[in-house]
């Protein structure tokens, strides 16, 4: 049956650009905090990096709505709609479709918050 895993990062630009430590192949991707490159490779993460785990696309939706909401205000600029953003996770996490939002904040910093569907149709891990 699907559920949902959450995933958070906040980390400077410049750690996001290690592309090596965001690739699973890397001897160092379990243990980078960095995002992966693929959404669904946050599943070969370890488990101590979920932030939270759905049975129903709404506690999804919902964990994002609160996320985006403690770093709303540390966005340089007004974005897309928050309640559009929503309305599209919702959409999409219920026909199976990861979901993640990227965004710049003051300071150089970058917030990567993600649903990923699981079982998850475009990668395979255990």
């Known amino acids: ?19 090596a430590e965001r ?33 129903e696309v709404e506690q999804a939706v919902g964990w994002l709505a609160g996320e985006y909401g403690k770093v709303r205000d540390a966005l340089p600029s007004g974005g897309v709609p928050v309640e559009e953003r929503l309305d599209s996770a919702r959409d999409l996490l219920s026909r199976g479709v990861d979901v993640q939002w990227g ?18 149709r475009h990668t395979s891990h255990p």
């Open 1 to 19: 049956m699907m559920h949902w895993h959450a995933y958070q990062w906040v980390g400077t630009g410049t750690d996001r650009e290690n592309e």
């Open 23 to 55: 690739r699973p192949s890397s001897p160092a991707y379990a243990s980078s905090m960095v995002p992966p490159m693929r959404t669904g490779d946050w599943l070969a993460k370890p488990a101590s990096r979920i932030a939270g785990t759905f049975h």
């Open 103 to 120: 965004e710049w904040l003051h300071g150089g910093r970058f917030v990567t918050l993600g649903v990923i569907c699981c079982p998850n």
